[in-house]
């Protein structure tokens, strides 16, 4: 067994332990790349799949205090969303301090329009200035991956995001990434959820009940504080659900276990 072929599986090894009790699919932990299987590990790819998003940057004196009144978390967290009046979604992202007058936001591409058209006023106001970088998103399962010199990881339910200047090569197709959030239950905007109350989609991962005053706080605290969300967004099979709720499922996938359709759907909350 070659070096690479042998830190490949000395890596799934521990990758099984950490993460296997949560049910991520065996055959995403346990598959080595494909030039592995075929004896070629000089070519070793490493189990991270590409996004489609976009890494804005926030710069300036008052860049804290203006995130802090648009979004609806904390800036020390890994998950974030811009919403509108209603609590409505107009972009959850994911986001990274680099200092106190500099932050980054990794939003889904399709989004960004609408996202700087909703900042731009406000960025004026607070004299922060928003820009492109040119950075390529990829979401590595293993957490293998290493930055370098300005690149960037932020954490994720599991596994982290990887922010590069580079492609990377990668070994994850499309379907096994899906079965991978599926798994782990992590969603992506524009593809399971669009512009939904915030609190549908999750009550904790992009909200912060203590942080203070933010764009849309209203009826989001009132809806925790008072109700619960009318919906929630979650992993279910096929057969748990009507036929309705069937014709709504999202990033739709056969469990390899179960061998049965599961895929992202809202459903009544109680």
Wanted: aromatic fraction near 10%; hydrophobic fraction near 35%; include cysteine.
């Amino acid at each position: 067994m070659g070096d690479q072929e042998e830190n490949f599986f000395g890596t799934a090894r521990k990758f099984r332990g950490e993460y296997g009790r949560r049910g991520l699919s065996r055959e995403i932990l346990e598959r080595p790349p494909r030039d592995l299987r075929q004896g070629r590990a000089r070519a070793y790819a490493m189990r991270v799949y590409p996004l489609n998003k976009t890494v804005l940057s926030i710069r300036g004196e008052k860049a804290a205090s203006f995130l802090n009144g648009i979004t609806s978390n904390t800036l020390d967290q890994p998950q974030n969303a811009f919403l509108n009046v209603h609590g409505r979604i107009i972009a959850t992202f994911d986001q990274l301090k680099l200092s106190d007058d500099h932050y980054l936001s990794v939003v889904t591409t399709d989004f960004v329009p609408a996202v700087l058209a909703h900042l731009d006023r406000f960025a004026r106001l607070s004299k922060v200035t928003l820009a492109k970088e040119n950075l390529s998103v990829y979401y590595d399962v293993l957490n293998e991956y290493q930055p370098k010199e300005n690149e960037y990881r932020i954490r994720q339910k599991s596994g982290q995001l990887v922010l590069v200047r580079n492609p990377l090569p990668h070994s994850m197709s499309a379907e096994e990434f899906t079965q991978f959030r599926l798994d782990q239950e992590i969603p992506l905007h524009g593809i399971d959820y669009g512009d939904e109350f915030i609190l549908n989609v999750d009550e904790e991962r992009f909200v912060s009940y203590t942080k203070g005053c933010f764009l849309g706080q209203e009826p989001v605290a009132k809806v925790h504080n008072r109700s619960r969300p009318t919906w929630k967004l979650s992993v279910k099979f096929e057969n748990e659900l009507d036929d309705e709720s069937r014709k709504k499922m999202t990033s739709t996938a056969i469990n390899p276990r179960t061998q049965q359709t599961r895929g992202f759907v809202f459903f009544r909350n109680g």
